[in-house]
């Protein structure tokens, strides 16, 4: 299983959850399993700009983005962009 580690406002909005496990073969999968999935993406399905993604520690645009493969042991973890100004 793969396991997603929310940030503590998105854990809220999977009713407390800080992790999930989830099983996926692909990022956009892992996500997609996600109770919070609304959250995640806008209504053109695109993934939200002040969303980042790393798999085991590693930015998922270093990994294939949303369509790499996953084996099925990774730690997930979304974390908020800081923005304003």
């Known amino acids: 299983m793969v396991v997603v580690v929310l940030p503590p406002i998105l854990a809220a909005e999977a009713g407390g959850q800080s992790q999930v496990e989830v099983k996926a073969t692909t ?16 209504e053109h399905g695109s993934l939200r700009s002040l969303v980042n993604i790393y798999v085991d520690g590693v930015d998922v645009r270093e990994r294939g983005g949303l369509s790499g493969k996953l084996s099925g042991t990774e730690t997930i973890r979304l974390v908020g962009a800081i923005a304003g100004g």
């Open 27 to 42: 990022v956009e999968e892992a996500l997609g399993a996600l109770p919070i999935v609304d959250r995640l993406f806008d």
